[in-house]
């Protein structure tokens, strides 16, 4: 704001009517041409989603059959198969669920619900949001440096699962805190007036109300567990495997870390199966969104 | 919902009022013990990164001073296991990751601040419910898959068209995908802070004469400009961290070189050496935990001014 009062305003010489018309006919055009240029804008990023799409589809789907979905690792493209890496995926995921699950959401209710404010609390505030911006392969070199070689679980299932649960987590944690926050405050009166402790008021009242929320932002989390890679070759994933991962000391395998290997190799055969690989990891990923929207709708519904 | 409420009517009030009441503190408290714990595994893995980085770096600069880390033009980390033989400087790797992140900024920014202007300003209540989520998949696709993407078909696009001496691994093709994937980042952030300017603003804009644009572009983008700084910032620290993408599409090959050629940046060169079989107490393996550290500081600086500008515009709406 400038200083008004020290300035002389001195009205314009009235413009006659041509200057005004042109004036507004050329903004005119200029909002139509602004409207299209941002238009285009948003709808740039869709058409380079639907060309992708389009294209993995196109090579993929020719190599997609039974034999490649139930196949053993081989160094021979037309033998390999993603069993075993698909079996890996949904060990990693079932470590992730049980163990980045409740710890985000108890983080998150904590945070919420009986931190007070105070500097301790805002140092962990600030600290959940920058480990969201951590990049995943720095979470791979913690997964490398602790799990594998001081707490020594070795280049295992059990400490890929684990790096993935810490990548998570701050995700989680901020998605439940809102769902937690948008739970009103008489609810939780109501609860007190009947004599409720606060955590018969959490348990009863703020939980299940804030749960939909929660879940929905946790299976996001989770879908970009699935496709995560790079911190898994951090840690030390193998190229290929020829039997399927038995429990959380095999070595590690995963759907994103096979395709990455089977890009790496020369040749279209190779091409062929890594866009088959990305294929089943797409129709994956599209049914536990598909699962996060249901909930959400869902949980609109009864508000 | 209902709150469990057994009781005994054989018993007296009060008794069962003090005995429910002890063990409804002692879990009152037990639960407590347990949330806080949950929250401060965040601190936990924080301080492990710190531990991790700092110490294995530590050894790394026991053996090569931070001078030549900083100095030196060349990175033949990979050529010797005698530190004395090679080179190491970061520059190269880092050079790589500039203009990786240059070009998906060039892609990411205005195309993300145009999409925040348009769901925000113009786009109807219906449109807006379906383009949003539409473009928010973009961040939801596995990097893996861009990266695949870039080498499979954006390098054979623009060999093809604009630059047919494009090599089959560049940065500049691994730049553009990263870009797309980094729009919603850009939009989302800036579709927020633009949100929470006061409608009173525009009004007063439009009670002046001002076309809808002269609004948007006049009044709320600057009323919103530290969101907007934030969005950018933060998608910088997206691009700077992105590791499959370059990986897979941008080369492995540290030089500084034009962005048509292969390249390996920081993140590419921490995946190339531990997809290998690299023993622990190498000079090798202490390279990526240097790498890692440099990286990680850049990001922790990007990230904190984000933080700063995402509080201030809070503050002042």
Known sequence: MSQSGTEVVRPREPGTEKDFKTSTGTRHVLDKIFTAIIFVATVIGLVVLAVLLIDIARRGLPALNWGFLTGLGSADAEDAGLLPPLVGSLMLLVIVVVVAVPLGIGAAVYLEEYASDNWLNRIIEINISNLAGVPSIIYGLLGLGVFVYVLGFGKSILSGGLILSLLILPVIIIATRESVRAVPNSVREGAYALGATQWETIRHHVLPMALPGALTGSILALSRAIGETAPLIAIGAVPYMTFVPTGLGSDITAIPIQIYNWVSQPGDEFQAIAAAGIVVLMAVLLAANAGAIWLRNRFQRRN | MAVETKQDPTKSGSDLWKRESRARHFRERAVRVLLTVCAYISVLTTFGIVFVLFEEAARFFGEVSPVRFLTETQWTAGFSDDPSQAEYGIVVLAWATLLSTAIACAVALPLGLGAAIYLSEYASTGLRRWLKPALEVLAGVPTIVYGFFALTFVTPVLQA??????????????????????????????????????????????????????????????????????????????????????????????????????????????????????????????????????????????NMIAYWFVRRYREVY
């Open chain 2, 161 to 302: 068209t604009f630059f047919p001496n494009i090599g089959i691994f560049n940065i500049f093709a691994a730049g553009l995908v990263m870009g797309v994937m980094i729009i919603p980042t850009v939009a989302s952030v800036s579709e927020d802070a633009i949100y929470a300017v006061p409608r009173g603003l525009r009004e007063g804009g439009y009670a002046l004469g001002a076309t809808k644009r002269e609004v948007a572009t006049k009044i709320v983008v600057p009323a919103a400009i530290s969101g907007i700084v934030a969005s950018f910032v933060l998608g910088i620290s997206r691009a700077v961290g992105e590791t499959m993408i370059v990986a897979v599409a941008g080369g492995l090959t540290p030089q500084i070189a034009s962005p048509l050629q292969p390249m390996q940046t920081m993140t590419a060169y921490i995946v190339q050496v531990t997809g290998g079989e690299t023993p622990r107490g190498t000079i090798q393996y202490e390279t990526i935990f240097a790498v890692g550290l440099s990286l990680f500081l850049m990001t922790l600086v990007l």
